[in-house]
């Protein structure tokens, strides 16, 4: 069998296939920019695990520390923002303490955070 003018076996053949297969599936699976949305489902999960020693971050639970505020208080501020938010994950005011985080699991809970407005 011949393709593109080389002489080809039958398993060759196969392996061809099998390559040119995988390579048309890959490209169809990475057409367009590769963006990852906040998600808030992400965002609570990493919030549970981070930031229940001191703020109440869901309904579930039932302790925090008196002065710190809810995620959903934080939420419902007036004019709250993701951008405010943001900043003050980043830049905390005291006791809160600076918190190793990336940029992706800082939009994820700063819109889980934004989910929890009641307007």
Same mark, same amino acid.
Request: net charge positive.
């Given at each position: 069998? *011949?393709?593109? =003018?080389? *002489?080809?076996?039958?398993? @060759?053949?196969?392996?061809?296939?099998?390559?040119?297969?995988?390579?048309?599936?890959?490209?169809?699976?990475?057409? @367009?920019? +590769?963006?990852?949305?906040? $998600? %808030?489902? *992400? @965002?609570? !999960?990493?919030? /549970?695990? +981070?930031?229940?020693?001191? #703020?109440? +971050?869901?309904? *579930?639970?039932?302790?925090?520390?008196? $002065?710190?505020?809810?995620?959903?208080?934080?939420?419902?501020? %007036?004019?709250?923002? /993701? =951008? !405010? &938010?943001?900043?003050?994950?980043?830049?905390?005011? #005291?006791?809160? %303490? +600076?918190?190793?985080?990336?940029?992706?699991?800082?939009?994820?809970?700063?819109?889980? &955070?934004?989910?929890?407005?009641?307007?």
């Amino acid at each position: 069998m *011949r393709i593109w =003018g080389f *002489r080809v076996s039958l398993g @060759g053949s196969a392996l061809l296939a099998f390559v040119l297969i995988l390579g048309l599936g890959s490209a169809a699976q990475t057409q @367009g920019p +590769v963006t990852s949305l906040p $998600d %808030p489902a *992400r @965002g609570k !999960a990493l919030a /549970e695990r +981070v930031c229940t020693n001191c #703020h109440l +971050v869901s309904d *579930r639970q039932t302790k925090a520390v008196a $002065d710190v505020p809810s995620f959903a208080a934080i939420a419902n501020k %007036p004019n709250q923002t /993701e =951008g !405010a &938010i943001m900043t003050r994950i980043v830049i905390p005011n #005291h006791p809160m %303490p +600076v918190i190793p985080i990336t940029k992706s699991e800082l939009e994820d809970v700063t819109a889980y &955070i934004m989910s929890l407005r009641s307007e």
